[in-house]
């Protein structure tokens, strides 16, 4: 067993090997609810790959069975005979074999992802929800987004800012607080729209909406955020705005856009609004989403629908305005939530009776399990992987980059039958050549590069494969036992990520404590080194104030090679809770509702922000000086 992985016809690893290097055997009665998941048991015979989908790189003359047909986007035809043509534009085409009804669908990738020769930047990570100003409701929206935007690029020379997960919650209490566990990854939160940005909310036009907004600003008193609360006060505002709205073409060119994808959310926001819960709760008639009873309710249900359109289209609009600073990137979640809308709309593509997850690694000893249910990979390329498609496509929208957390999943994802504990879970392969030529051209199109959240458990061979594909590495001085100087030119590098200890928790011990607390087994031999480790390279020391501890993590970090060096908002605040602590729930600990401990204003004037921008600053400078000398050596 040691030593090598065994994978049955069905795409499921027997055995794996856990962060510390030591194999598992997967359990008999894992592998079969795995297949059951699949549609098979253990007669089942797997198979055969299909081809439903042809998936090539652009300029590539690949061989086929026979004369073929192949209708591109722009709606041209081509005609060739037993070999692909060359010149083939990157997209979506469709292909028809002579004598063959079957329709197959022809992606042409570029095959890499777009990505700048020059690219040298530094920018925030923010957690928006919890970047709050004065003006907002109890929680940071797109109007703070845009100013911390404009004040990143504008005043400390910023390129880039990653944001946690903008995707949509479904219309619900209590409110989902996870940006990773969404109702859908197409489509965006209400929670963030600013309402003093929209048309008849300007200037207290209307007594109701200022009243409305007083109580939302109440909400900045306390850190702790009330999406509850906030959720109601906002939908109050939309609805009194909603019948002040007179057509628009605008409106009707985004609903055209985005057809019957954005239907079926809204129909999915209504039917959810109206039984007051996730769809497996609702009547039968109504859990398919192609039943004559949804068709039903959305004749008779018309008007509300469109509100819920009406909602992503002034999402869309302000958040195409805070883009315009900077290249931000979004964070493009690993999965959804099994009870919302994507699982709803694509529910003959998600297997069930299983979640995905992760084997114990170094900070997270239980492994973990994060209730999504995983795509089956083969139902996914038997539709065209146009649900991956459409997804990969919203997380770029108005983006300059994109952030794939997890991105080991286009590998193989974890699968953890329900019920049981992480360490019995079991890896199911999915087809990353192809899956990766999709997520290169949705890039180039976006023109937008990519980072690959590749932390924790990965697999021999991954990082190399996401390198040919120009996909950035994602480094962590937490996790990196060398120098940064040494870390790979091909990476986007931070201290710690929203799942970790913030400096000041870390160097504190505040982190570890918390740890206790929340009975977490905390790792206290692996945080020790990385105290000591920070102590030595950063030259710190414990009778430093917190502020020169921070400043001296990312002075060290700047010495990185690395194409994107990111620092994190609560570190420049100083926050000593990490947003998120992997396997509690929001009973045990506020995960992602703690805003940062000052509104952006007093954020942007303090000394520590300010301090690391120039740190930076300085280090991409320096490193864009550098280039440009060699390429003119080189010339």
Not at 59 to 84: H, K
């Amino acid at each position: 067993m040691a030593g090598s992985t065994k994978t049955n016809g069905w795409g499921i690893d027997l055995n794996y090997q856990d962060a510390f290097g030591k194999w598992h055997d997967v359990p008999r009665e894992t592998i079969d609810t795995v297949l059951e998941a699949m549609g098979a048991d253990r007669e089942s015979v797997a198979p055969s790959p299909d081809d439903s989908v042809v998936i090539v790189h652009s300029g590539s003359q690949r061989e086929v069975p026979g004369a073929a047909t192949i209708l591109l986007e722009t709606g041209e035809t081509v005609v060739c005979e037993r070999r692909l043509p060359a010149d083939l534009p990157n997209g979506y085409h469709r292909m028809q074999f002579e004598g063959d009804e079957i329709i197959r669908r022809l992606i042409v990738s570029p095959g890499r992802c777009w990505l700048p020769e020059d690219l040298k930047t530094w920018g925030w990570a923010a957690q928006l929800y919890g970047a709050r100003s004065r003006e907002s409701w109890g929680i940071g929206d797109f109007g703070d987004l845009d100013r911390l935007a404009q004040w990143s690029a504008s005043e400390l020379g910023a390129g880039m800012m990653l944001v946690n997960p903008l995707s949509a919650a479904s219309p619900l209490e209590p409110q989902q607080a996870s940006p990773y566990f969404p109702s859908s990854r197409r489509f965006f939160n209400p929670l963030w729209l600013r309402i003093e940005w929209l048309p008849d909310a300007i200037g207290g036009r209307i007594p109701q909406i200022e009243e409305l907004a007083l109580a939302g600003r109440d909400m900045n008193r306390q850190r702790l955020i009330d999406r509850n609360k906030i959720f109601q006060l906002k939908m109050q505002a939309l609805e009194i705005l909603w019948l002040q709205f007179n057509e628009d073409v605008a409106f009707d060119e985004y609903c055209q856009e985005h057809g019957s994808d954005l239907d079926r959310f809204a129909v999915f926001c209504a039917i959810a609004e109206w039984q007051r819960s996730g769809w497996h709760s609702w009547p039968v008639e109504l859990q398919h989403p192609a039943s004559p009873e949804v068709a039903r309710f959305a004749a008779e249900h018309s008007e509300r629908i469109r509100f819920f359109k009406w909602i992503q289209w002034l999402l869309d609009k302000q958040l195409a305005q805070a883009a315009r600073h900077l290249a931000l990137m979004q964070d493009l979640p690993v999965g959804v939530d099994p009870d919302g809308a994507d699982a709803w709309g694509w529910q003959d593509y998600f297997a069930t009776g299983v979640a995905v997850g992760a084997p114990p690694d170094e900070f997270n000893t239980r492994g973990q399990n994060w209730g999504l249910p995983p795509f089956l990979p083969n139902k996914l390329r038997a539709a065209g992987y146009e649900p991956f498609v459409q997804t990969v496509r919203a997380a770029f929208r108005h983006g300059g980059g994109l952030r794939i957390d997890h991105v080991m999943g286009l590998f193989r994802l974890f699968w953890i039958p329900e019920g049981q504990p992480s360490l019995n879970g079991a890896y199911v392969r999915y087809n990353p050549d192809e899956m990766l030529a999709i997520v290169a051209l949705e890039s180039e199109r976006a023109r937008a590069y990519v980072v690959g959240e590749d932390l924790g458990t990965v697999e021999d061979g991954v990082r190399e494969k996401l390198a040919t594909h120009r996909i950035l590495s994602y480094r962590l001085l937490w996790f990196e036992k060398e120098h940064p100087a040494t870390y790979p030119k091909e990476a986007l590098v931070a201290v710690t990520t929203h799942d970790l200890p913030t400096v000041a928790g870390l160097w504190t011990g505040a982190d570890l404590k918390r740890q206790e607390q929340l009975n977490r087994n905390p790792n206290e031999e692996s945080t020790a080194e990385i105290h000591r480790r920070l102590k030595r390279m950063a030259q710190v020391d414990e009778s430093d104030p917190i502020e020169d501890v921070i400043a001296g993590a990312y002075r060290l970090l700047a010495e990185a090679p690395s194409r994107i060096v990111t620092a994190s908002l609560d570190d420049a605040a100083a926050v000593l809770e990490r947003p998120n602590f992997p396997a509690t729930s929001n009973d045990e600990n506020p995960n992602w509702s703690l805003a940062l401990p000052m509104p952006i204003e007093e954020l942007m004037e303090a000394k520590l922000p300010n301090a690391i921008a120039g740190i930076l600053q300085r280090g991409a400078s320096v490193a864009r000086a550098a280039a440009a000398a060699s390429r003119d050596q080189l010339e």
